[in-house]
């Protein structure tokens, strides 16, 4: 699978549906307020996902990935993405999920050792910092550095990593990812002073 913007992580990675690094925009990394917020605007607090969590995650990168890759074509059923989230993804990696006020799931990120495997908002929810808070937070878990996959044909996805430092390493032509969608690769490292 792929990363987000609609995008995840390449099979043999632990990771499957999809490559899913997700962008989003706006607010400063572990501030909890959305961009623009002011008195009574509901926040988004980033937390390690627990079990009764799998579910909402799921059906955020099931409706980001029909959103953001509707080209793409999904190699895993509802019933398979959901399985995998609630018996391999929050199980065994460090999954995160961004909750609103409201106690809704608005996002989910993995990480898997130094990979940035999924990252992904639900698609009403972009543009508000989340995607950025995301990133802010995997640099800050993952000083050393972090890597990652996206689709080639999501452009919104690869400006939006681009714009947080992650640089293009590798293209391939996609015949080792579920999807067979041509992806890239991405990493970013910390600068030294």
Same mark, same amino acid.
């Given at each position: !699978?792929?990363?987000?913007?609609?995008?995840?992580? %390449?099979? &043999?990675?632990?990771?499957?549906?999809?490559?899913? *690094?997700?962008?989003?925009?706006?607010a400063?990394?572990?501030?909890?307020?959305?961009?623009?917020?002011?008195?009574g605007?509901r926040?988004?607090? =980033? $937390?390690?996902?627990?079990?009764?969590?799998?579910? @909402? @995650?799921?059906?955020?990168? =099931?409706?980001?990935?029909? *959103?953001?890759?509707?080209? #793409?074509?999904?190699?895993?059923s509802?019933?398979? #993405? $959901? @399985?995998?989230? $609630?018996? #391999?993804?929050?199980?065994?990696?460090?999954?995160?999920?961004? /909750?609103?006020?409201?106690?809704?799931?608005? &996002?989910? !990120?993995?990480?898997e050792? %130094? /990979?940035?495997?999924?990252?992904? =908002?639900?698609? %009403?929810? $972009?543009?508000? &910092?989340?995607?950025?808070?995301?990133?802010?937070? @995997?640099?800050?878990?993952?000083a050393?550095?972090?890597?990652?996959?996206?689709?080639? #044909?999501? *452009?919104?996805?690869?400006?939006?990593?681009?714009?947080?430092?992650?640089?293009?390493?590798?293209w391939?032509?996609?015949?080792?990812?579920?999807?067979?969608?041509?992806?890239?690769?991405?990493?970013?490292?910390?600068?030294?002073?």
């Amino acid at each position: !699978m792929e990363a987000e913007p609609g995008t995840g992580a %390449e099979p &043999g990675t632990g990771a499957e549906p999809g490559t899913g *690094a997700e962008p989003g925009t706006g607010a400063e990394p572990g501030s909890g307020a959305e961009p623009g917020s002011g008195a009574g605007t509901r926040t988004v607090v =980033l $937390r390690r996902a627990r079990a009764a969590d799998a579910r @909402a @995650a799921a059906d955020v990168w =099931l409706r980001s990935f029909a *959103a953001a890759l509707p080209t #793409v074509v999904r190699p895993r059923s509802d019933t398979e #993405v $959901r @399985a995998w989230f $609630r018996h #391999v993804v929050v199980e065994r990696y460090e999954t995160w999920v961004a /909750e609103g006020a409201d106690g809704a799931v608005a &996002g989910v !990120m993995v990480l898997e050792g %130094e /990979e940035l495997s999924q990252l992904y =908002l639900a698609p %009403e929810r $972009r543009g508000r &910092g989340i995607g950025d808070r995301f990133v802010a937070l @995997a640099k800050e878990r993952r000083a050393d550095g972090l890597s990652l996959w996206t689709f080639q #044909v999501n *452009a919104p996805a690869r400006r939006f990593y681009e714009r947080h430092g992650f640089t293009p390493v590798e293209w391939t032509d996609g015949d080792r990812n579920e999807e067979r969608e041509p992806d890239v690769r991405y990493v970013w490292r910390p600068r030294r002073s």
